[in-house]
């Protein structure tokens, strides 16, 4: 049997960042000889997998890139069983390594698709460092959405990240804020959807039908009800979280689509992630 030298295992140490004994384990498994040892611990993370394959990921991260001219955007979601893991170091450059992958390369249909590719300059493709990270913390962590936007747009991270915006518009803004400001509104407020024409029209219908003979109930003139129904129709929007119809969160005393249209943009689609959602 081969002599595993110290030198030997803290060599191997330094090369897959794996603690000193499972490197000696492996050294001495594969008769001293390196390369054969680094193939050993790569198929520990099969093992790992395995072993972890039912845990929760309940915590997790989210991650953002936005273009200088706002001409698109990417998110990348990876979940995981801990807090420390989410806001360490480790996931945090892989993460933010990835969606700036997402951003700048191909794209990627889906987070296989991503993983498969190398960052500018990497030697190793994202599946690859997932599994030596994986090796490396020992618990399960999947990449679990990626996403790619075009169009006029702007973001937000929670300071948790835990919950990230995408806001498309379509326009030429005129200020910097705007777009991030509705964003953060998303992520405040929550709308369902972005426009009153997404709701079920029959919700609709029934609601004006109510508006409607409420008015009349009360004795408005019949040339008077329609537009009377109009206007409590615009705040009912807003109470059913309709984005362009709902107070905007910075100035509520406006909505947010008079608010768009301030700074030069019109809303057309937002995405709202939530780390698990």
């Known amino acids: 049997m081969a002599e595993i ?45 395995e072993k972890r394959a ?8 989210i991650f953002m890139a936005i273009r200088p001219d706002a001409s698109e955007a990417a998110l990348v979601e990876i979940q995981c069983e801990s807090a ?6 480790v996931l945090q450059k892989f993460g933010q390594a990835m969606v700036d992958q997402l951003l700048a ?20 493709t994202f599946q690859e460092q997932y599994e030596e990270i994986v090796n490396k913390i020992r618990e399960k962590i999947v990449v679990n959405r990626v ?27 005129k200020n910097d804020s705007i777009l991030r400001d ?10 369902l959807v972005t426009f009153p024409e997404q709701l079920d029209p029959a919700l609709v219908a029934t609601e004006r039908d109510r508006l409607r003979n409420e008015a009349l109930a009360s004795g408005k003139k019949e040339n008077m009800v329609d ?7 615009k705040r009912w929007f807003g109470e059913q979280h309709v984005l362009v119809m709902q107070p905007f969160a910075k100035d509520d005393k406006k909505i947010v689509g008079d608010a768009l249209a301030e700074g030069g943009v019109q809303a057309v ?6 780390v698990g959602g």
């Open 5 to 49: 030298t110290a030198a030997a295992v803290k060599a191997l140490r330094e090369k897959t960042d794996l603690p000193m004994m499972e490197c000696k384990k492996a050294l001495t498994e594969a008769g001293g000889d390196e390369q054969k040892a680094i193939a050993i611990l790569k198929e520990m993370f099969k093992k790992v997998q």
């Open 54 to 61: 039912d845990n929760v990921t309940a915590e997790g991260r």
């Open 84 to 89: 420390p893991v989410a806001t360490g170091e």
């Open 105 to 124: 390369g191909p794209g990627a249909a889906d987070p296989a698709a991503l993983m498969s590719q190398k960052a500018a300059g990497a030697a190793q």
């Open 147 to 173: 996403l790619r936007v075009s169009g006029v747009v702007g973001g937000y991270v929670h300071h948790d990240f835990k919950m990230g915006v995408l806001f498309v518009a379509a326009g030429t803004p």
């Open 182 to 191: 509705v964003a953060m509104h998303i992520a405040a407020l929550n709308p």
């Open 227 to 233: 537009k009377i129904v109009e206007g409590q129709l």
């Open 269 to 274: 689609s937002y995405v709202r992630w939530k």
